[in-house]
């Protein structure tokens, strides 16, 4: 009957301290995801703002754009060595996207 609590004692020890393992290796993953996690949510955080950030640049870049093509004349276009095109072709499309990553405009 001691040979039969050993035994069963001796798996009941390796498994306790199989399933101990297998709990810390499952809690270490489960913390890494979770910093994974708060990294990425913060990463996206940080994109987000320097995206609005870029949005406001192209803004102004394309108010300058404006400002400057308004200004070129015929008299300008030539100084600037720009010449009259020998054939004028036009380019369609159906599909209207606007230029801008700005939603709304």
Request: glycine residues 4%; without cysteine; aromatic residues 6%.
């Amino acid at each position: 009957m001691k040979a039969i609590t050993f035994v069963a004692s001796s798996y009941l020890t390796r498994a306790s301290v199989s399933l101990a393992i297998v709990s810390v290796f499952a809690a270490f993953v489960y913390a890494v995801l979770l910093l994974m996690t708060v990294m990425h949510a913060a990463a996206r955080q940080s994109a987000q703002a320097h995206i609005g950030s870029l949005a406001t640049q192209v803004g102004t870049l394309e108010a300058q754009y404006l400002q400057k093509t308004e200004s070129i004349t015929p008299s300008t276009a030539a100084q600037l060595g720009m010449v009259t095109p020998t054939v004028i072709s036009t380019v369609a499309s159906t599909d209207i996207n606007p230029l801008s990553l700005r939603i709304g405009e």
